[in-house]
């Protein structure tokens, strides 16, 4: 699908809450009351100094923003061509980029008078994250988590209840996010007057896809000054791993005019596209409609949604962000899958090149990152978002490596 | 409103009772069977077919409509079928309203004028699609009006003053009033709070207002027929198709079970204003 390049990439969504045809409002009536009174209460809060002040607050003080940028040097020396610098936020308090939009959500929520949070959870970092800003701001937290995820993702799961949440191990489907979230939608259409849904990645119905994006652009912005302060001129590329698309349009968004800077998405090739194995919904899938959002799926001939299937838990899902896809047909944005062989390949590396551990995502955009740096000039920049750390995987590692931990 | 919809909703007023609308998953627990079952409900007492197209992720139904449609899915159950589905029942009955029930995206795959060309020449009525709120009209809605298909919407508790006359405006064939918030085969309406609801709802407009979500009894259904147009069952008749199966596969219960459950609640209805 091609589509014409627009004057600016950062003016969507539209009124109708759509980038391109992408993005929109498909949910039960129950919902759209919430939907809209979500939607006014947000446009107000991003124009109020009180609000801004204290999400500023937060980042810093709570979650330790901003976050460094990184060069790594001895991976850099050790793929011979470009400069690569990590966006680390894998050191924020939680142990992703979550925390943002977390954040930002709940004061949206306490605004709103809200009393009951509930989320859903892939990896259980946004889960966590969730469950966190529940705790610090008193309200009881719900997390929706396929019962596969419960089980790949045991650390974080008690993490989730240590912090006060209840935890509620989806069976159906094939027991990962998409089934999670489809729980979570059931429980907000049920507790409809009373809840905030905490959606963690920038997909679902306008007005979400938006605000997540805004709360996680503190990633890009912070980084576009760091990068000039280190460099003195904006990098040459950007690699993040999509999933929904959290991370990545956070770290791209700011830079989406910038020309000269070439944007690599990294999706989950799991075992190899030709079969159903994969989570690479850009490059594999089509767009369809789920989730409250048009957007590009993995489905069927028949518009039937299909699981999707990755070693890395946060990228198992068959859809992605409205915003990406509509950056994929403009052409502005690369996608590109990573195996799960390449992706745990990478983990590893780092974890010997630079003692940073990270967590499977951004080891798929670093898998990217390896490909990509050796053919370009020395001179050059890439920013990579290494925007989880990997404490959450060592027993999926451990497992996919055949070692007993 | 097609003349099949007219028709039935002005016969139930000469009558005075209110109309018995049905819904079951087609395609479970299999195409042959669910034909059966499609036939047997005039009979049976149903005025109105709602008929489920099922879909992998349908997030507002509970476990058993859940389980139905995977089980339809499993046998191959797609729109080509539910059209055939249609088409078998009009050679017997041209008279009972068909409303299709589902989401969007198997439609979008479809291709949504082409799924409504087919729709009509099977002879379809109406249809509820639960993910497209007035929002999203272009998409289906006005393409249905424009070829005389009732496009029905939803109405929640969460539908306030300043809600309403959206969900209203492009309604047609009748106003399906959610009786709770929530999922399909949850807890019980209220019936009280339910004749509120439709009375005020009412005071608004003139299309016929049938009321669903969480009846399962014969004495459910005349305490909401006392005050609606109309009272939808459907987790109920679509637990007694999966109760009567074995591993799965209908067993000789299955038709006559789900009929007899349908002639029981009907019978309920049929008494909701005496």
Known sequence: MNVQSPNSFRNGPDEEGQFGIFGGRFVAETLMPNILELDEAYAKAKKDPEFLSELEYLNKHYTGRPSPIYFAERLTEHLGGAKVYFKRDELNHTGSHKINNCLGQILLAKRMGKTRIIAETGAGQHGVASATVAARFGYPCMVYMGAKDVHRQSPNVFRMKLLGAEIESVTAGAGTLKDAMNEALRDWVTNVEDTYYLIGTAAGPHPYPELVRDFQSVIGKECREQIQEAEGRLPDMLVASVGGGSNAIGLFHPFLDDESVQIVGVEAGGKGLEGDEHCASLTAGRPGVLHGNRTYLLQDAEGQIEEGASISAGLDYPGIGPEHSWLKDTGRVDYVPIMDTEALEAFQLLCRLEGIIPALEPSHALAEVVKRAPTMDKDQIIVMNLCGRGDKDVHTVAEALGIKV | ?274
Request: contains cysteine; negative net charge; charged residues 25%.
């Open chain 2, 1 to 274: 409103m097609t003349q099949r919809m007219t028709n039935r909703f002005a016969k139930l007023a000469e009558e005075n009772r209110p109309a018995f609308v049905t819904y079951f998953m087609g395609g479970d627990p299999d195409f042959k069977t669910s034909v059966e079952i499609m036939k047997g409900l005039p009979k049976a007492g149903a005025d109105v077919i709602e008929l489920g197209m099922p879909f992998s992720d349908p997030m507002a139904d509970g476990p058993s409509i859940q389980a139905a449609g995977l089980r339809a899915l499993k046998q191959g159950q797609n729109l080509p079928r539910t059209f055939d589905m249609v088409r078998a029942f009009r050679e017997d009955d041209d008279e009972t309203p068909i409303v299709l029930m589902g989401y969007y995206n198997p439609i979008y795959q479809y291709g949504s004028e082409k799924f409504l060309d087919d729709a009509k020449e099977a002879g379809v009525d109406g249809m509820i699609i639960v993910d497209l709120p007035p929002e999203m009209d272009e998409e289906l809605c006005i393409p249905a009006l424009s070829r005389d298909l009732n496009f029905i919407r939803l109405a929640t508790p969460t539908t306030d003053e300043k809600r309403l006359p959206k969900v209203l405006s492009n309604t047609s064939g009748f106003l399906y009033y959610v009786s709770i918030n929530g999922i399909t085969g949850a807890a019980a309406p209220k019936p009280d709070e339910v004749a509120k609801s439709v009375a005020h709802i009412k005071a608004k407009t003139d299309i016929p207002i049938c009321v669903g979500f969480g009846v399962r009894s014969a004495e459910q259904a005349a305490a909401i027929g006392r005050a609606a147009d109309g009272v939808v069952v459907g987790s109920a008749i679509v637990s007694t198709v999966a109760n009567s199966l074995k591993d799965n596969k209908p067993t000789k219960n299955t038709v006559s079970s789900t009929l007899e459950l349908v002639a029981s609640i009907a019978e309920g209805v049929r008494t909701a204003r005496h």
